[in-house]
């Protein structure tokens, strides 16, 4: 169905269309006109019959979406991204190691395992390793004077976080840090990061941790990994399925709290009243508000197992059905005022975490946790922090990036 607001050919999984304009004014109008809407796309992937997608905008359907996984399963690849031609079906089949990619049962038996290791008992056994580390980071930043807050101080805790976690020992995390960092680099001109590049540095993380896996099994240790592959465990991962686990923490708590560390950092400096609440009143809503603002996860895709019907529009078995948070957290229906930074935001139903269905966050506490370290680490430390340039856009549809943030450390 043609969208009279949208110019014609416009794509959603264009990375230059979210250049200067997140969240984009093309979602709060099809919110109005067609909150379902199909989105022909020209780009095919080989194996696929594949011609377009859905743009689910709404905040109640993004819900319903990520709440039925049987009928719009995660199994086709969760990213809606813009297929070329030189994908193959190999490509997106291996992603269905990854928990992210699988539905109910198998989902199901993977989720249950992992989360043994996302308890809140161990989320807070991390938290005083965790505040000495924000704090530390937070004064080796000071002592630059000015400088890029995401390589400074946005990129180090979630990395630390996810290692402490897992019990990654100290010697390997320099190895580990640097095969994440370039996994999530994309095509950065100026870092030479090639897709093959970062294939290879995921290629080398999964084997690390397969043999961290094996090694753990042989020998156990007070940590999450033996915990996770303990051969005497009812249930429990294999080597490959903790491999493919590890890359997954990798990329979904690694990036996403970089990004939404970094814009919340950004949304305080151009809003300096709700810097001045923080520092004051440090409020807990405020970590919350910072993720609906950012929205790191700009999508996510399912794929309809069925012909069914979704906000008026009829959806076709097979057909892919993209969920838009980054409209859905900027919905006035369920959102008074959405374009306010407003870190006193009380309830504040975001879907930045996702639409509360069987893939809903894992690592949410932990993220949470950080960014309450972060920004207390920040207050106390360097309340006159100020901007020092504009931010530099990370060139993706998929996640709301920034790759550079000049600030003065004050
Ligand atoms: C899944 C966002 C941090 C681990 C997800 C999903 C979103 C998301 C949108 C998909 C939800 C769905 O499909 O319904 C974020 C944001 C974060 C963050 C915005 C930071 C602000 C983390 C951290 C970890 C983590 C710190 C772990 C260290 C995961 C995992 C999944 C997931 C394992 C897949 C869960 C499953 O398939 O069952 N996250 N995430 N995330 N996240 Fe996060």
Redesign the pocket.
């Known amino acids: 169905m043609p969208c009279p607001a949208l110019p014609e050919g416009f794509d959603f999984t264009d990375p230059d269309v979210y250049q200067s304009r997140v969240p984009l004014p093309e979602f709060a109008q099809l919110r109005q006109t067609a909150p379902v809407w199909w989105n022909a796309q020209p780009h095919g992937i080989a194996g696929f019959d594949d011609d377009g997608y859905w743009v689910v905008t709404r905040h109640q359907d993004v819900k319903e979406v ?1 709440t039925r996984p049987e009928v719009f399963s995660a199994h086709l690849n ?1 990213s809606i991204i813009r297929f070329n031609a030189s994908m193959t079906r190999d490509q997106i089949d291996v992603q269905k190691l990854i ?2 990619n699988m539905d109910p049962p198998e ?1 199901t038996r993977v ?1 249950q395992i992992v989360q043994r290791g996302f308890t809140p008992r161990s989320i807070r056994a991390l938290e005083e390793a965790l505040r000495e580390r924000a704090a530390r980071i937070v004064a080796a930043a000071r002592e630059s004077g000015t400088g890029d807050f995401v390589t400074d101080v946005a990129c180090e805790l ?1 990395l630390q ?2 290692a402490e ?1 897992i019990g990654i020992p100290q010697d390997d995390r320099a190895r580990i840090f640097d095969w994440s960092n370039k996994m999530v680099a994309y095509d950065d001109p100026e870092l030479a990061i090639t897709e093959e590049v970062g294939a290879n540095a995921a290629m080398e993380l999964i084997s690390y941790a397969m043999n961290l896996a094996a090694a753990r099994k042989e020998c156990p240790a007070k940590d999450i990994v033996s915990q996770l592959v303990a051969a005497e465990h009812e249930g429990n991962l294999g080597s490959d399925e903790f491999g493919f686990f590890v890359l ?2 990798a990329v ?2 690694n990036e ?2 970089r990004n ?1 560390i970094t814009h919340g950092m950004h949304a305080f400096l151009t809003h300096p009243e709700q810097w001045e609440l923080y520092k004051r009143e440090r409020p807990a809503t405020a970590a919350e508000e910072i ?1 609906r603002w950012a929205t ?2 700009v999508s ?1 895709q399912r794929t309809a197992t069925q012909d069914t019907e979704l906000g008026g529009a009829k959806i076709k078995k097979g057909q892919r059905v993209g969920i838009f ?1 980054s409209s859905a957290n900027h919905d006035p229906e369920v959102f008074d005022r959405p374009e306010r930074f407003d870190i006193t935001r009380d309830p504040n139903p975001h879907l ?4 509360g ?8 506490s ?2 949470v946790l950080e960014i309450n370290l972060i920004f207390n680490a920040l207050a106390d430390a360097m309340p006159d922090i100020s901007l020092a340039g504009a931010p530099r856009r990370l060139r993706s549809a998929w996640l709301n990036g920034v790759k550079e943030l000049r600030v003065h450390y004050g």
């Open positions: 990520s969760t928990m992210l989902h989720r979630p976080a996810i976690l997954l923490l979904a708590g996403t709290t939404a993720v790191p996860v996510f948070y930045g975490f996702g639409g269905g069987p893939h809903f966050c894992l690592g949410k932990l993220a």
